[in-house]
């Protein structure tokens, strides 16, 4: 049969084996018979995972040593790496093109991503309830460049939720080499996930305007925290002191699936409602092209070409441009 025909299911992405390892000791071991089900009844939904597929599975087997934080890039010790070792690691990841979060050093190799995500790890990484020890969930975590930012903070678990099938290969090649079972990510969306009251931290960063009803969106986290859990929830915002929205017609810097621009007391009004408490801002942050850029391994459009080009201030929609805020709160 040609692989192109193969229907694969989500369980091909994270096995039961490797769901029983990374939930043992933590709320989740008692779910991985329901997610095994979920993973096991769905199917992934995008031609082009046979080759993302086979990228995963062509990178070379190499000794590594303990993953670390460095200069900003996720950095990935591969010590004695042979040339022929480090051209074919670098084929199958650019087979993973294109890489937006990171940016992640392998090696010899820097995988300079369209995102500099330590960036938005620095601004809340203070303010934050210390992950030491906390059971965390990141809905909509990308290729989880954030999950072994919350791991080396000392997460007990860092799990991550996300539909994307290219993001969850990008995932499993980070995983390849930086083998830790409590750093996990799940294929489904944050809406099938069935687990509730079993986090102590639950991070959302860049969805919530990608849902057409945001309060249900901050409700299901809200669920998802243990009692006194922490939410971190970072989003797009309006500028404004009022409490507004922008609605958006059609796409927003470029963007499509974006629903409303809300101003930071909009969105905590949301928060309010969805019963959150010490609902506080500790950012808004006008997103710069050094942040969000082209790259070599992200070679599209990036933040600047959806800027207008007379009036730096708007988009070439003719709306504010982009900034984002973090709030945290309190179930
Ligand atoms: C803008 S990216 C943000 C990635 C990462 N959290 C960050 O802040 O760098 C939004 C991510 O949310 C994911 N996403 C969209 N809808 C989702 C849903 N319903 N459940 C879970 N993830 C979702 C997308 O696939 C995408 O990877």
Known sequence: MNDETIKYKLIDIVSE????DG????PMAEHVSAITA???EHEIE????????????ALPKLNTQAARNDEDHWFIDLPNISNENASQLE???????????????LGPITIDTEWRSSWKWNRLAEHITPLEGRDVLDVGCGNGYHLWRMHEAGAKLALGVEPSPLFNCQFKAIQRYATTPSVMMLPLTFEQFPVTQAFDSVFSMGVLYHRREPSEHLQSLRDALKPGGELILETLIA????????EIEDRYANMRNLY?????????RWMEEASFKDIRCISVDVTSPFEQRTTEWMPYHSLSNALDPDNKLLTIEGLPRPRRAILIANR
């Open 91 to 105: 084929s199958a990841l650019k087979e993973l093109m294109p890489w937006r979060k990171g940016p992640f050093k």
């Open 46 to 57: 995008h031609g082009f995972y046979p080759r993302w597929r086979d990228a995963v599975n």
């Open 260 to 268: 409303q621009l809300p101003s930071v007391l909009r969105v905590a």
């Open 17 to 20: 084996a490797q769901l029983i």
């Open 23 to 26: 939930f043992n000791g933590t």
């Open 38 to 40: 979920l993973l096991n």
């Open 239 to 246: 500028p404004g002191e009022e409490d507004s929205e922008i």
